[in-house]
């Protein structure tokens, strides 16, 4: 049980530290970073409006009405 929970606890990490990433390469590249730099935040950008859409589509399947931003 023990092995689990430190498996998630390091894994949880390891997404955290890919987002952080994420957005630190975001706001380098906005400020003319390295080409490498603003693929990864193209790419975090994108997989960004993908999980948004996704809450959106699984808030409209459980029959909740959406935001005023909508």
Do not use: H, Y
Request: charged fraction near 20%; aromatic fraction near 4%.
């Amino acid at each position: 049980m023990t092995a689990q929970v430190g498996n998630m606890i390091f894994l949880l990490l390891g997404v955290l530290a890919l987002v952080v990433g994420g957005c630190v390469c975001v706001v380098w590249a906005d400020r003319g970073g390295p080409r490498w730099a603003r693929v990864v935040a193209a790419v975090t950008l994108v997989l960004g409006e993908l999980v948004r859409d996704s809450g959106k589509k699984r808030s409209r399947s459980l029959g909740r009405s959406g935001t005023a931003d909508d």
